[in-house]
């Protein structure tokens, strides 16, 4: 028989409230999110600065004037004038929320932030962004805070970005595959 008088115990790594105390900032590096989160929200930003892109060529032609360049140097010279970086500007602005999206999906996990830098490196992008899509989150708290309950919108267009990421690789390999499957039927 346990003693009355002995100190009750309790599991202070427990998360009691099912995520649903984390109130952080999706666009603040600090917080975790689910993979479902993560996709999310980098397709609402993707969607957000294509449209922000689209409107600024639009209104300024610079579209036309980039479909239509024959000469490299014209290119570097679209993106050092007025337009051209205010288009940079936004992209630039794209990569910073895109590494604090990483950056949350990596506490999830329970990885420091700090491997976002890989995300500069060529090739090494790929494979690692496959992995932050791949790799479980912590069950319950972690060294970076308590879960995060995903709502359902996030779910549906995390599955929807999922759908366009596995159409997208279809593409590219069926893309690669093309020449071969063609060429070796002549």
């Given at each position: 028989?346990?003693?009355?008088?002995?100190?009750?115990?309790?599991?202070l790594?427990?998360?009691?409230?099912?995520?649903?105390?984390?109130?952080?900032?999706?666009?603040?590096a600090?917080?975790?999110f689910?993979r479902?989160?993560?996709?999310?929200?980098?397709?609402?930003?993707?969607?957000?600065i294509?449209?922000?892109?689209?409107v600024?060529?639009g209104?300024?032609?610079?579209a036309?004037?980039l479909?239509?360049?024959?000469?490299?140097?014209?290119?570097?010279?679209?993106?050092?004038?007025?337009?051209?970086?205010?288009?940079l500007?936004?992209l630039?602005?794209s990569f910073?929320?895109?590494?604090?999206?990483f950056?949350?999906?990596?506490?999830?996990?329970n990885?420091?932030?700090?491997?976002?830098l890989l995300?500069?490196?060529?090739?090494?992008?790929?494979?690692f962004?496959?992995?932050?899509?791949?790799?479980r989150?912590?069950?319950?708290p972690?060294s970076?805070?308590?879960?995060?309950?995903?709502p359902?919108?996030?779910?549906?267009?995390g599955i929807?970005?999922?759908?366009?990421?596995?159409?997208?690789f279809?593409?590219?390999?069926?893309a690669?595959?093309?020449?071969?499957?063609?060429?070796?039927?002549?």
């Amino acid at each position: 028989m346990p003693n009355p008088y002995s100190t009750p115990e309790s599991d202070l790594h427990r998360d009691l409230n099912h995520g649903e105390g984390d109130i952080t900032s999706p666009f603040s590096a600090k917080g975790r999110f689910s993979r479902y989160s993560f996709l999310a929200w980098n397709l609402l930003l993707n969607m957000a600065i294509l449209l922000i892109v689209v409107v600024i060529m639009g209104i300024t032609g610079g579209a036309a004037s980039l479909l239509t360049v024959e000469d490299p140097n014209e290119i570097i010279a679209f993106y050092t004038s007025g337009v051209g970086l205010i288009v940079l500007a936004v992209l630039f602005i794209s990569f910073v929320f895109t590494i604090i999206f990483f950056i949350r999906r990596l506490h999830d996990t329970n990885m420091n932030g700090w491997w976002a830098l890989l995300l500069v490196i060529p090739i090494v992008n790929v494979i690692f962004g496959l992995f932050v899509l791949i790799k479980r989150g912590t069950e319950g708290p972690n060294s970076y805070g308590p879960t995060r309950a995903t709502p359902t919108w996030e779910k549906v267009l995390g599955i929807i970005a999922l759908i366009i990421i596995v159409l997208y690789f279809v593409t590219i390999i069926t893309a690669i595959a093309m020449p071969f499957i063609v060429g070796g039927m002549q």
